[in-house]
């Protein structure tokens, strides 16, 4: 007889919701032994079946849902269900807006909990983050290669989250062609120089696709401040857009050198791009000190927020950023400003940059939001999927 997890009494009703996470104040008992990352079955406190789920022992998240289907077994069949069911809206978006990288599985969102796989032209780019995504790696590996078989798998599961679940940070070539130290991809008519080995996440900011192209509308003619700019998408689409000038800031030189490749791939204007290695924190002061000023301030930090007990911190640190953000602005100016912290609602982040506006000053319009892009969605029963909030503000 399988594994079971009995949980306490009134603790099904998230499930019943579908929100496929277990924490472990809500299970009662296990029934039987199971290893980190095996399946097994949800039961309630009544002992109705609600759920097959991969166990995780060390951590607060105890086991992540798999399926709500009790005839579905998880097997390779199941692994290829999901991939394909994932891809079909990934294709169409892909053809949509002539893309040959995105996200094609989003963890929960897309019904495999803890699994990120990234698409790099003929790469894909793994994230294991769970017990049970671990677990099951070599028959996802395996589904892979049998929907995939012109794609060459690489590994990026070199994540802390994975300290969480007990699990070693892993890396490295998992079939066909170990990726080139860059690899050009085209996002919205633009090229991309991306690092899959080294860089950041899966070696490229997916998510912000969407707003990187609807930044070229606000740049005109502008003197463009792109701030954590990574390797560059905003400054390449500022200079896309005609922008009079961007400087972009980042404390990675690594970064910042593929940002200046970025440029010159798009065969763009370099001397209108300035590259500058430092602490945003730090250089907004000074520019506000030299009366530094710009009509569109880009402002795309790192996640700040990894559990509630930062949250306070965080809340300071955006509306610091923002704050200086809108003093640098000119009359008319529009900031661009994000917030990737998934523990950081979109209410409350709205709130950091309402205050941030009455504490620099200034008189300002919310005049567009925007989020993730589409190959990043948000499964309804898994509201936490919603991670990536932005709006654009301009000062009157
Ligand atoms: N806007 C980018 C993604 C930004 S990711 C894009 O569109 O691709 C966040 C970036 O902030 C990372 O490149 C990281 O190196 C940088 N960073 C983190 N802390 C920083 C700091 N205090 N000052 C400047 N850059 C920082």
Not at 63 to 69: E, K, P, Q, S
Not at 289 to 315: R, Y
Request: hydrophobic share 40%; proline share 4%.
């Amino acid at each position: 007889m399988s594994v079971r997890l009995v949980l306490a009494k009134g603790r099904e009703k998230s499930l019943q919701r579908r929100h496929p996470w277990v924490f472990s104040g809500a299970v009662a008992r296990m029934e039987g032994k199971a290893s980190p990352g095996e399946t097994v079955d949800i039961v309630s406190h009544q002992g109705a079946w609600l759920a097959r789920a991969a166990l995780s022992p060390a951590s607060q998240i105890r086991a992540r849902v798999w399926t709500f289907d009790p005839t579905e077994s998880i097997d390779i069949d199941f692994f290829e269900r999901r991939l394909q069911r994932a891809q079909q809206w990934r294709s169409e978006i892909a053809q949509r807006d002539g893309l040959d990288s995105y996200r094609l599985i989003a963890g929960e969102s897309d019904g495999l909990p803890g699994i990120t796989i990234d698409r790099f032209g003929q790469f894909l780019v793994l994230q294991l983050l769970s017990a049970g995504a671990e677990y099951q790696r070599p028959v996802l590996v395996s589904a892979l290669q049998k929907l995939y078989p012109e794609c060459s798998i690489y590994d990026r599961s070199d994540v802390a989250v994975r300290k969480k679940e007990g699990l070693p940070l892993t890396q490295g070539l998992v079939c066909g062609e170990l990726p080139p130290e860059l690899l050009s991809i085209e996002e919205h008519g633009m090229k991309l120089w991306v690092d899959i080995k080294s860089g950041h996440k899966t070696g490229y900011y997916l998510d912000q696709r969407d707003s990187r192209f609807a930044s070229r509308r606000y740049a005109q003619d502008k003197r463009v401040l792109n701030c954590f700019s990574y390797t560059g998408g905003f400054a390449v689409s500022a200079l896309l857009g005609n922008c009079r000038e961007v400087i972009s800031v980042d404390t990675s030189q690594e970064a910042l050198d593929i940002a200046r490749r970025n440029v010159e791939l798009n065969q763009l204007d370099v001397s209108k791009a300035q590259f500058i290695r430092d602490d945003v924190f730090k250089l907004l002061r000074r520019y506000r000190e030299q009366g530094e000023t710009f009509d569109v301030i880009i402002m795309d930090p790192p996640k700040f927020v990894e559990n509630k007990n930062q949250l306070a911190g965080a809340c300071r640190g955006y509306k610091d950023i923002n704050l200086l953000a809108f003093q640098l602005l000119n009359p008319g100016g529009v900031l661009l400003t994000f917030s990737c912290s998934g523990l950081m609602s979109g209410d409350l982040f709205q709130k950091i940059i309402a205050d941030a506006a009455v504490d620099a000053g200034r008189e300002v319009q919310f005049i567009e939001q925007f989020r993730q892009a589409a190959d990043h969605p948000v499964n309804v029963a898994y509201p936490e999927g919603l991670y990536l909030k932005g709006f654009a503000c301009r000062l009157i």
